[in-house]
């Protein structure tokens, strides 16, 4: 069974896929967006659902992103890949897979996995940690990193925040495993209800030590998009006064919580968030291949 290619969908193309990404959303309780919007798509359909015994159009999907990123030297592939949970163990997203790799050869590729919103306890989960029994900070799959070695530009002596424990499949884990995925890092979406409803601030909080952006989200929600030091102000607890700031501004208005999205890499602003009392709604992990 062969994976097509595809650079635009039909509209039952897209209602296809569409069904395909709910079941995996049910099945998985993960949230990804039904509308891929890829710039291309490798699918493999159910052509005889009398001998498959599943009503579902499509089998598998895998779709594609180009980033417009270089990771040494080589442009970047993003992608996000659906198997139909009744089909799951026997081959398709290899099938997939190959076929992404013999027709993007000179590609870097990384793959993005939701964490699941809740089931956490649910036994068909693998508990999979990426710290090592060491208490080495390197962080793969595949292979163990050299003596030495830097994570992506991190310094060897630097103390990495742990990663969650992501919650994947046997199947996706042994799969990232055969190819040797890199756990690159996690994007975290973190959420704070705040203690009286406020306006949109927009950027007018902006000061001679740092800016900090807002926008609306949706009707009772903020969306931090941007909040940046100056260098020379650094460690003098600036980010927090311009956080505390926004979530004490004096126009009240209709939003209620403010959401932000920071990388587990980037510990100053994790811990500042995490002090001020922001948690963790969703988590979006990546692997490099």
């Known amino acids: 069974m062969e ?14 896929v569409r069904e395909l990404v709910e079941e995996c959303n049910h099945a998985d309780h993960t949230n990804y967006d039904t509308d891929l919007d890829g710039d291309f798509y490798y699918i493999i359909r159910n052509d005889d659902k009398e001998e498959s015994g599943l ?4 089998f598998a999907v895998l779709s594609g992103y180009l980033l417009g990123e270089t990771i040494d030297g080589k442009q970047v592939l993003e992608v ?16 997939c897979y190959n076929s992404l790799k013999d027709d993007f050869r000179n590609y870097r590729i990384r793959f993005m996995i939701k964490s699941p ?7 068909e989960y693998e508990h999979i940690s990426f710290e090592s029994d060491s208490g080495d900070h390197d962080i793969c799959l595949g292979h163990e990193a050299a003596a030495g070695e830097t994570d992506y530009g991190r ?6 925040i742990k990663s969650a424990v992501p919650f994947i499949f046997p199947d996706t884990y042994e799969t990232l495993c055969a190819i040797s995925a890199v756990h690159l890092y996690d994007e ?4 704070k209800e705040l ?6 601030p927009g950027d007018s909080l902006c000061n001679r030590f740092g800016e900090v952006y807002l926008s609306g989200y949706n009707s009772d929600t903020l969306y931090l998009y941007g909040l940046l030091v100056y260098d020379k102000y650094l460690g ?6 311009l956080m505390e700031s926004v979530e004490n501004y004096e126009k009240k208005g209709p939003y209620k919580k403010i959401l932000l999205q920071v990388s587990d890499s980037n510990h100053i602003a994790y811990r500042l968030y995490q002090h001020l009392g922001y948690k963790e709604r969703e988590r979006i992990i990546y692997f490099l291949v």
């Not at 949970?85 to 099938?95: L, V």
């Open 3 to 16: 994976a097509e290619l595809y650079k635009e969908l039909s509209e039952n193309d897209r209602s296809a």
């Open 55 to 58: 009503n579902s159009e499509l």
């Open 80 to 95: 996000e890949a659906f198997t139909h949970p009744a089909m799951r163990r026997i081959g398709f997203f290899s099938t």
């Open 117 to 123: 919103l809740y089931g956490f306890d649910d036994p």
């Open 155 to 160: 310094a060897p002596d630097e103390q990495m």
């Open 188 to 191: 975290l979406f973190m959420e």
């Open 195 to 200: 203690a009286r409803s406020i306006a949109d």
């Open 236 to 241: 003098r607890g600036h980010g927090r006064k």
